[in-house]
């Protein structure tokens, strides 16, 4: 099922890119099988696509008449009632909107209607200093949409009680985010969940569990290099079910997010990856619950704030809707002020949710700042983002063959975040569930891992920890590892290498005490996890001793990774073929393990992602197009042991599965139920899933 579900949203996401939004004045581009095409607010909410498929393709026909004759505003999404205190506007086209929308909309470059695509001569203007109507007769004339594009645009802001206001500018410091609600632990739409914590929010957030690489070792043995598997595992969220009966994630108990959303409408931009990204963000606007806080910062040549961080409430989904789906493509990509804006964002807030991430989303390459032969990206995060006291996760994301994967792999990897590389845009909404996924159900924070030996001839030797920060005293008698973050289900395995001492004499020799301290997000209190003492048995003579699967497992698991950062600096040279070679010698030398010889599901994927590694290495053109960014979605994926996107899926590899937490899934889950749950979808999904199981060009 997963096979034909990736299989028909590529087939989809190919047949989407036909219909591009256009204006009257364009010329009729020539469609497949003629049939017209979708505008920017019809994808970004499948609910209301009012669409028939043709008899002779599986192309999408929006239906104008059916467009007309709908009452809900097609930029909020929210009905439209006489009488409520919302002014209509109906345009000369005839199609109606709530003012407040279609004003958000024109004010930034919009001069045609956003269903139809119909010039518009009268232009609904809110705010005098933004009086762009003499514009609209030049519309077809570059320099005056320049001109338009580059005044200063609006500013919306919360005023308590009376809806969001516009401002002329960005103030100079953003600490106008809106005040938190007074019961900021639960999430969800209503306050009165909060009953919830004393009997669904468990004690203890974290389990551990401890695996020896062997359970004996013969007692006048010594070794050098000891593997001892440390394994972690955040509490659910709750006990029972996980998602109510209305679908709502957010109705259970859950630390609130701060997000920003940090989006690439460069002209690269322009189209269908526009639309498809709106219907994104509708989704995570809608996910969000009311007492999480998001800000959009959108970036072309420069960034600007659409809005400050502001609750989604029903007015504050209604916004944010209103500013995302007003995005027009244009200019340059500066990534380097998109994030830099970003941060600020984080910065300059005066009141804070537990968690707080930031989600970086472009297809290009920066053209501002990144411009030197051997760029240090590192310079594109302001400090406080990447620093200990105040680190702030950067989860970037990057599609199609053109984006900077190097660049967005560095950003997320200094911040602490995941790189997901999206090869297909039609999964980007999956892409952005399934991180959303995770943010909504953070359940340990500032996680640390505090390792101690107990016997006197014991020491550390080395502690293989991916990309989390790890130390070891001076002595080897202790270390530690800062973990942080964990989300609800998430597991985390470390192994710590040790020296065993031969014995005289004693039935077993005691090795390590683990501690795990970390902070409760919802009661703020710091907690504490001691393990039993390890001991490893000491008997005169020991049989054929079985290497644990467990640790086997995740010593394969960094040999995978270390052959991909290798084969991955060599392809950079140029050396494509000694790149293939070294991930061929991964995968001979990890098929004779003995979890690789028992069949283990996580090793035969491993073998599987190896071997399409290899496959993207072909040639320079095939590297440069998707291979360095398949390559460093699995390191983020396997350094940070988090699920990430990579390729044209996120939902069919078992690798993936295998750090995807069950509210990941869910969220994802819902994405697919969102498009394909759309009325005006049912007649489409047999047409497609024929065509999906069909044999399918791989993209490259």
């Not at 190097?406 to 999956?430: K, N, P, Y």
Request: hydrophobic share 35%; glycine share 6%; net charge positive.
């Amino acid at each position: 099922m997963g096979s034909k579900w990736r299989k028909m949203k590529l087939a989809l996401g190919l047949n989407l890119c036909t219909y591009l939004p256009r204006t009257l004045e364009e010329p009729p581009a020539v469609c497949l099988n003629s049939a017209e095409r979708l505008s920017d607010v019809a994808l970004l909410s499948p609910a209301n696509w009012p669409m028939t498929p043709t008899p002779s393709s599986y192309g999408l026909r929006l239906s104008r008449s059916s467009s007309k004759s709908s009452k809900t505003c097609s930029i909020c999404l929210t009905k439209m009632r006489e009488g409520e205190g919302h002014a209509i506007f109906t345009a000369e086209c005839s199609h109606s909107f709530h003012f407040q929308c279609i004003a958000s909309n024109v004010k930034h470059g919009n001069h045609v209607c956003p269903v139809c695509r119909a010039k518009w001569k009268e232009i609904p203007m809110q705010h005098p200093m933004l009086d762009l109507s003499y514009l609209s007769e030049r519309h077809h004339n570059d320099a005056a949409m320049n001109l338009a594009r580059s005044l200063p645009p609006p500013r919306r802001v919360m005023s308590r009680g009376h809806g969001p206001q516009i401002q002329a500018s960005e103030p100079a410091t953003f600490n106008d985010d809106e005040r938190l609600d007074q019961q900021p632990m639960i999430a969800g739409k209503s306050s009165s969940n909060n009953d919830a914590l004393d009997n669904n929010h468990p004690v203890r957030m974290v389990d551990m569990k401890v695996y020896p690489e062997v359970s004996a070792v013969p007692r006048a043995k010594s070794f050098e290099k000891f593997d001892v598997l440390v394994h972690l595992k955040a509490a659910a969220m709750v006990t029972g079910q996980a998602v109510s009966q209305n679908n709502q994630v957010s109705q259970y108990p859950r630390a609130s997010v701060d997000l920003v959303t940090v989006l690439d409408i460069s002209g690269s931009m322009a189209g269908t990856k526009l639309a498809l990204l709106k219907r994104a963000m509708g989704f995570v606007i809608q996910n969000l619950g009311s007492n999480d806080r998001l800000s959009v910062i959108a970036f072309s040549s420069t960034a600007r704030r659409l809005f400050p961080l502001t609750r989604m409430s029903d007015t504050g989904r209604q916004q944010a809707l209103q500013a995302v789906n007003s995005l027009v493509a244009n200019g340059g990509t500066n990534i380097a002020e998109g994030l830099r804006k970003g941060a600020k964002v984080m910065e300059d807030r005066r009141h804070k949710n537990p968690v707080s991430s930031i989600i970086l989303l472009s297809d290009g390459r920066d053209t501002y700042t990144m411009n030197q032969p051997d760029p240090n990206y590192k310079l594109l995060l302001p400090l406080s983002v990447h620093s200990k006291r105040f680190q702030i996760p950067v989860h970037s994301f990057g599609f199609g063959s053109d984006h900077d994967a190097s660049l967005m792999h560095s950003v997320s990897e200094f911040s602490g975040g995941t790189f997901s590389f999206i090869e297909s845009e039609a999964v980007i909404q999956d892409a952005l569930a399934q991180c959303i996924g995770g943010l909504l159900s953070v359940a340990v924070q500032e996680l640390r891992l505090e390792i101690d030996v107990v016997w006197p001839d014991v020491r550390l030797g080395s502690i293989k920890a991916g990309s989390y920060s790890s130390l070891i005293n001076g002595d080897g008698r202790s270390g530690s590892i800062d973990v942080g973050d964990l989300y609800a289900e998430e597991e985390r395995d470390f192994l710590v290498s040790i020296n065993i001492p031969a014995e005289k004499a004693g039935i077993d020799t005691p090795l390590l005490a683990l501690r795990c301290v970390y902070k409760d997000p919802l009661s703020k209190e710091t907690a504490t996890l001691e393990s039993d003492v390890l001991k490893i048995q000491r008997p005169e003579k020991v049989g054929e001793e079985v290497v644990s699967i467990e640790v086997d497992k995740q010593r394969n698991r960094f040999l995978a990774a270390e052959a991909m950062a290798k084969a991955r600096t060599l392809a950079e040279r140029g050396d494509l073929t000694t790149a293939i070679s070294v991930l061929e010698d991964s995968r001979r030398v990890l098929s004779e393990t003995v979890a690789a010889k028992s069949r283990d599901r996580f090793c035969v994927a491993l073998d599987t992602e190896l071997k399409e590694m290899q496959e993207r290495m072909m040639s320079r053109h095939v590297y440069e197009a998707s291979g360095r960014a398949y390559i460093l979605s699995g390191l983020s994926s396997h350094s940070w042991q988090r699920a990430t996107a990579r390729g044209d899926s996120i939902d069919g590899s078992i690798l993936v599965q295998s750090y995807q937490t069950p509210l990941m899934a869910e969220m994802l889950r819902r994405s697919q139920a969102m498009f394909l749950g759309s009325p005006s979808n049912h007649r489409l999904i047999q047409p497609l899933l024929s065509l999906a199981s069909q044999p399918q060009p791989k993209p490259r």
